[in-house]
């Protein structure tokens, strides 16, 4: 019983999947003209960087990301003439952001992952 409360307490957890996911997501999901549903992938980005300790160093590029996004949508949530869609309607250099953004803290997250990995 004591070696397997010691298994456990030894053990390391990875940073949730959902994150580094939900970051290669976006910018699919943007180039694909699915902007509109990126919100959902750019939301779990933040909460799960927000909330996992680990990811501390993350975070700057997670509110990035959000603010990226939020700008094309709130000006197309704002504007006088909307689209039909999100994608339809956002500049191609909000979307070059967007992407650029994403795949950077994508990126970030694997060689923050391997740099911890070294440490240990």
């Known amino acids: 019983m004591s070696t397997r409360i010691l298994d456990r307490a030894t053990t390391v957890r990875r940073a949730p999947r959902s994150v580094i996911i939900s970051a290669w ?3 699919i999901m943007v180039l694909g003209q699915f902007a509109m549903l990126a919100v959902v992938p750019v939301a779990l980005v933040l909460i799960g960087t927000l909330r996992d300790a680990r990811l501390r160093a993350l975070r700057w590029g997670a509110i990035a990301l959000t603010a990226a996004y939020a700008t ?5 949530a704002i504007g006088p003439e909307r689209a039909q869609s999100l994608s339809k309607d956002m500049h191609p250099v ?3 952001i967007i992407v650029a953004v994403g795949v950077a803290f994508a990126v970030a ?3 923050l992952r391997r740099k911890t990995a070294l440490s240990r």
């Open 72 to 76: 094309p949508l709130a000006l197309w």
């Open 25 to 27: 997501a976006v910018p």
């Open 109 to 111: 997250y694997h060689v």
């Open 94 to 96: 909000f979307a070059a």
